[in-house]
């Protein structure tokens, strides 16, 4: 193909630089969007430590009744220092596999009916595997007033938490085998016949002083929230800053190129 006196095509190798340096510039916003959304999530995760830490170290208050139970969620309720009253229900515990700082074995949840008649399940602690197995009965419904035929009234005082639903990592509860990988309080609830049942479940907390021998040690909630999202905001604008570098040189390579 021929071309005007005085007259060249353009470089392929200038229109590749602009290319690539355009690509390193849209990279370059890119991954500054990436590090910002990471400070807003920085910012989130710094409000949700410190709303759980005032739930965790508040008063304790009545665990929402049924009547409030459509109204519980994530975001307002879970981590609440709360207490329950009435009485465990015999013949329904649950064993949930688990691994604390004391080493493998099961939470023990158990229902509670409290003295207006509604059923929550709790996890009454850490056992160990040697614990024998709870021995199942049939008929273990609370009912309205049912508390009041005890002869004594049990106080609960724990972190209300959101059920844990499906199972563990790669292991589904098991209902029909009475094998339970994660605390679902839907499915422990169906598989005991308990009827309507709080949307929630009860951490017990420690014991004062040292719990006889084989009993369920309460008070080990994980509070551990992952937070590295300043790690991961600096990664992105750093990766922003090379971008935008990458882009520079091409640029003024080109620009060198074509005096």
Not at 109 to 132: E, H, K
Not at 153 to 159: H, I, K, S, W
Not at 208 to 222: E, I, K, Q, R, Y
Not at 237 to 243: D, H
Request: glycine share 10%; proline share 7%; aromatic share 8%.
């Amino acid at each position: 193909m021929m071309h005007p006196a005085g007259a060249s095509p353009a470089p392929r190798s200038s229109r590749a630089r602009w290319l690539a340096a355009t690509a390193a510039l849209l990279m370059c916003l890119g991954f500054v969007a990436l590090g910002t959304w990471q400070i807003y999530r920085l910012q989130w995760k710094l409000a949700l430590i410190e709303r759980v830490e005032q739930r965790v170290h508040a008063t304790p208050a009545a665990a929402p009744p049924s009547a409030a139970w459509a109204a519980v969620s994530r975001e307002r309720d879970e981590y609440r220092h709360v207490f329950v009253q009435g009485h465990y229900l015999d013949g329904a515990d649950a064993l949930v596999q688990a691994t604390t700082e004391l080493g493998g074995g099961f939470w023990l949840l158990t229902p509670f009916c409290t003295v207006d008649g509604a059923t929550v399940l709790v996890n009454r602690g850490f056992v160990t595997p040697a614990r024998p197995k709870p021995v199942l009965q049939a008929g273990a419904v609370c009912q309205p007033g049912g508390a009041a035929t005890t002869t004594t009234t049990t106080t609960v005082t724990g972190l209300l938490r959101l059920p844990e639903t499906g199972g563990g990592y790669l292991r589904n509860n098991d209902a029909t085998a009475n094998r339970w990988f994660s605390r679902d309080v839907a499915a422990i609830a169906t598989a005991r016949a308990l009827g309507p049942v709080a949307p929630y479940f009860i951490d017990r907390e420690a014991d004062a002083g040292t719990p006889p021998a084989g009993t369920p040690v309460g008070g080990l909630t994980v509070l551990d929230f992952t937070n590295n999202h300043v790690v991961y905001a600096l990664t992105w604008y750093a990766l922003a800053l090379l971008a935008a570098g990458g882009a520079w040189l091409l640029l003024r390579r080109g620009a060198g190129s074509s005096r």
